[in-house]
């Protein structure tokens, strides 16, 4: 699903991202979240990547 993307700017973008415990790796969670960022980078013509703290829930 393509999610809104944080810009330069928004106050979001100062937070400490939580690290991703090992048993969090292979959950339909993360999975989803993973999709999520790939759907949404494909989305942005020119991007190459994309910090999971840049899209919006």
Not at 20 to 31: G, I, R, S, W
Request: charged share 25%; net charge neutral.
């Amino acid at each position: 699903m393509i999610k809104q993307v944080l810009t330069i700017g928004d106050e979001l973008l100062g937070q400490v991202s939580k690290k991703v415990a090992a048993d969090e790796f292979n959950t339909p969670q993360l999975n989803t979240l993973i999709k999520d960022l790939s759907d949404t980078k494909s989305s942005i013509e020119g991007a190459v990547g994309i910090a999971a703290i840049q899209r919006r829930t």
